[in-house]
């Protein structure tokens, strides 16, 4: 189940009010109107996306809305959960076998988890399981990778953009060095585009892209493990065996944190 990364708001809101703060502390409301240029939004934004359609296909810029949608989302799923629902299914398979899972393994969310366990259920080698089931891991960061490179090449077209707006502000302003009217306009069209491209790239496009991939590196690993429990599952390992092997990707603290709930459920089985 997915819930909404508060982080990511939290950090786009935190750079911004520090930004306007920062500059109507010196200038107040009048000085932060002076960074509002229509042009030079423009500028960079219309050669930000220029950029994007000449280097992507439009079926991968479509797929824009999603890839923003991950990054302001996060996966509840942890390893003590996963390792929960393959100690369970183990101990039904040791108990009633492997057949019996067809039933347990529908009360199961994570479709990777169902594909994996009805490969096992249909007595599939345990070599093929993990061919078939890495093969969907690399899909999916192949997947992940042309959404990230997107928001990355963004990133590097936006500073880009923000130095051509710089530049054409200085030809004008140079242009009408005669008329000193028209230096004030240009100079600022000249300073403000790198302003503009800079904030987009290091505030909105190159931390998305940094975060989508830890996302990507966090449900490898955690798909890894799922690919290890279906294998100790289909092999018949004993529940507690399988708990230890898969406790193995648990950190210290996670660790701890799992045993201490084990203890609780067993006292509250003693209990009953």
Known sequence: MRKVDMLTPA?????????IFGIMWNGGADGFLSFVDPSSILIVLGG???GL??????KDIRHMATVFKQVFSSEEQSVGELIGIFVKLSERARREGLLS???EIGKVEDPFIQKGVYLAVDGIEPDVITDIMNAEIMAMEERHRKGRSILERAGEYAPAWGMIGTLIGLVLMLKNLNDPSTLGPNMALALLTTLY????ANLIFLPMAAKLALKTEKEVFLKQIIIEGVI???SGQNPRILEEKL??????EERRDLDKAVNEEEALDNEA
């Open 11 to 19: 950090g786009l809101m935190v750079g911004l009010a520090m930004l």
């Open 48 to 50: 930000l996306i220029a």
């Open 53 to 58: 359609l000449v280097s992507f296909p439009l």
């Open 101 to 103: 899972l067809e039933a």
């Open 197 to 200: 491209g800079s904030l987009l």
């Open 232 to 234: 100790g599952v289909q």
């Open 247 to 252: 406790s193995a990707f648990l950190s210290s």
